[in-house]
């Protein structure tokens, strides 16, 4: 069993940065693949970036240059940095874990864990 802990988030103006981080309760989490996901209203839940246990890393076109996912194995932590925010990427930040990289990148139904969120807002 894991659970995550989302941290971070809260209100920017645009252009501005902020970093999230997932907390991973259990001693397994170095065998886990990591992901952000978010939510806008009103919109589906989408994928936004994902690292592979072995550190191998996966973005949305829309965040790449932008976002960056890193994972300290020793804290039990992943984080994402966000730099050059839009309005747009205003939404509820998800974490989420998973043995699969591949289930974290393409198979949103089959993730294993997730937390409960942490809200962005980006203002023009």
């Known amino acids: 069993q894991v659970q995550l802990v989302e941290s971070g988030g809260g209100l920017v103006q645009a252009g501005g940065s902020l970093r999230l981080s997932c907390a991973a309760s259990?001693?397994?989490?170095?065998?886990?693949?990591m992901g952000w996901f978010r939510q806008a209203p009103g919109k589906e839940r989408e994928f936004v970036v994902a690292i592979s246990w072995s550190g191998g890393t996966y973005y949305t076109d829309s965040v790449k240059g932008r976002f960056t996912i890193s994972r300290d194995n020793a804290k039990n932590t992943v984080y994402l940095q966000m730099n050059s925010l839009k309005p747009e990427d205003t939404a509820v930040y998800y974490c989420?874990?998973?043995?699969?990289?591949?289930?974290?990148?393409?198979?949103?139904?089959?993730?294993?864990?997730w937390g409960k969120g942490t809200q962005v807002t980006v203002s023009s």
């Open positions: 259990g001693r397994t989490f170095r065998r886990y693949a």
């Open positions: 989420a874990a998973d043995p699969d990289v591949d289930v974290v990148v393409h198979d949103y139904y089959g993730i294993n864990y």
